[in-house]
């Protein structure tokens, strides 16, 4: 099993309300990620998780909550957020740090409209 | 931190041409370059990559070369077929950091 499975694909909310976005990988990757990706844009890291711990915050506002329940699922709460926030959301994993190992392993995302 | 510029944004080219993108990075103690393949809604993926110890890497018709001294590397595709037609992200990063350093991205459309 070489994917990263993500879930919701698609998720419209509003400004007042909480969803999270999961992600999964079976892999045995310990290293975890979060990126947005505005469209035309590249992927722009948000968090990583590096053996279930958060390892690199790229200042994310506070609205955006990330969370490794363990080795193999990441979840990104979000709470409160503004339109601007409308983007894919994409998870990824590599085994350990990338450049010991090489490949990022990209899930197909999840396409956020904050209304 | 890192920074990365990547030229040219857009390119087309006749199917059976080469294309060659390019890519230069600003963190001298970078020493890992990944070139991702992003086609049209779908997730990024790894085509090739190299590292700061190899001047230059070939698989098929994809080839990758740096050059550390001037700080930039390049992506060659050669025999371009249609199914080249995506959007490719070059990217840097440094030995045991996490953090991988996109570049802005080149859409490339093979014209038939």
């Known amino acids: 099993d070489t994917e990263v499975t993500q879930t919701p694909k698609h998720l419209v909310m509003g400004m007042t309300n909480k969803k999270s976005l999961k992600c999964e990988q079976h892999m045995g990757h310990r290293a975890m990620y979060w990126y947005k990706q505005k469209a035309k844009k590249p992927p722009e890291l948000m968090f990583v998780y590096s053996y279930e711990k958060l390892s690199i915050n790229e200042s994310v506002p506070s609205r955006f909550s990330p969370e490794c329940p363990n080795s193999s699922l990441l979840n990104l709460h979000l709470h409160a957020l503004q339109p601007e926030d409308s983007a894919l959301y994409l998870c990824a994993s590599s085994q350990v740090a990338i450049t010991n190992t090489g490949e990022l392993f990209f899930g197909e995302g999840s396409r956020l409209t904050v209304l | 931190g890192e920074n990365v510029e990547q030229h040219p944004s857009t390119l087309s080219v006749q199917e059976g041409d080469s294309a060659v993108i390019k890519c230069t990075y600003s963190?001298?103690?970078?020493?890992?370059f990944p070139w991702y393949k992003q086609e049209l809604g779908k997730r990024p993926q790894l085509i090739i990559d190299i590292r700061s110890n190899v001047g230059e890497k070939k698989d098929q018709r994809i080839a990758v070369t740096l050059n550390k001294t001037a700080k930039h590397f390049s992506l060659h595709i050669t025999e371009t077929q249609p199914e080249d037609s995506a959007v490719y992200f070059c990217a840097a990063s440094r030995s045991g950091n996490e953090k991988l350093t996109f570049g802005t991205g080149t859409r490339l459309t093979i014209i038939p």
């Open positions: 963190d001298s103690a970078s020493n890992y």
